[in-house]
């Protein structure tokens, strides 16, 4: 539906074209202030469970040294950790020191 709908507004080879996933920052988010956030993460998790998370811990290390890039297996790992506190543990609030949604107008309620 969305193709159809731009069909007049784009070029055919960009509206026509595949689906394309988008790049995140991960290889340089988790060198910076994220890393220590990533670290207390895996230190606390408890899907232990389902994963290796002390092999996750030295992947990160690793890829704070340089050593290797390892942001996409780390950042997979550090998405299920953040799923299981979140739906399995209940340990994090997702909402909590959040701002609620801005109803927008005219929208229906």
Not at 11 to 17: K, S
Not at 93 to 104: E, L, Q, Y
Request: proline fraction near 6%; hydrophobic fraction near 50%.
């Amino acid at each position: 539906m969305l193709r159809a709908a731009v069909a007049g507004l784009l070029p055919a080879p960009v509206a026509q074209r595949r689906k394309l996933g988008f790049a995140t920052p991960a290889r340089v988010w988790l060198r910076g202030d994220i890393g220590d956030w990533a670290h207390e993460l895996l230190s606390r998790s408890a899907a232990g469970a389902h994963l290796d998370l002390a092999y996750a811990r030295s992947l990160l290390v690793a890829h704070q040294r340089g050593e290797a890039d390892h942001s996409r297996k780390v950042w997979t790992v550090l998405m299920f950790c953040l799923w299981h506190a979140i739906f399995v543990e209940r340990s994090i609030d997702p909402f909590a020191g959040t701002a609620r949604p801005v109803p927008v107008a005219g929208a229906a309620r």
